[in-house]
């Protein structure tokens, strides 16, 4: 069984890694369509480059070895951004096909850290 969770974990890992890098690269370098993407929230340009070196960091946090502590505070920030993704579009009455990723990539991001191998975790003394 144990196989099989870090298995799940590894696709999901994966799978969440490649698209909140690739989206974060696009918006770090303010790609034409990702701009366009976020004007009917009314955000300022410079915070979509802002929010993708965030994202680009916090997938490396997850992925390299070691910092426990560093990928439990990514983990946080990569589901908070998203969920604030999901809301900021609601908020501000562009609900469409835009809120479907944000919130498939929050729910692989509480997956991803729920299935996460023990050497991945911080273990509580208490």
Do not use: N
């Not at 870090?6 to 369509?33: N, P, R």
């Amino acid at each position: 069984m144990e196989k099989r969770k870090t298995l799940w974990y590894w696709i999901i890992t994966i799978i969440l890694s490649f698209c909140i890098f690739s989206g974060g690269l696009a918006q770090a370098m303010q790609v034409k369509g990702v701009v366009q993407g976020f004007k009917p929230l009314g955000y300022p340009i410079y915070f979509i480059s802002l929010i993708g070196v965030w994202k680009m960091l916090g997938i490396i946090a997850i992925l390299i070895p070691g910092f426990k502590l560093l990928k439990e505070r990514a983990y946080a920030g990569i589901f908070f951004v998203m969920s604030g993704a999901v809301i900021s579009h609601i908020a501000s009455s562009d609900v469409s096909v835009q809120i479907i990723a944000p919130f498939v990539l929050a729910i692989f991001t509480v997956l991803s850290w729920y299935l996460r191998p023990a050497d991945r975790k911080i273990i509580s003394a208490i």
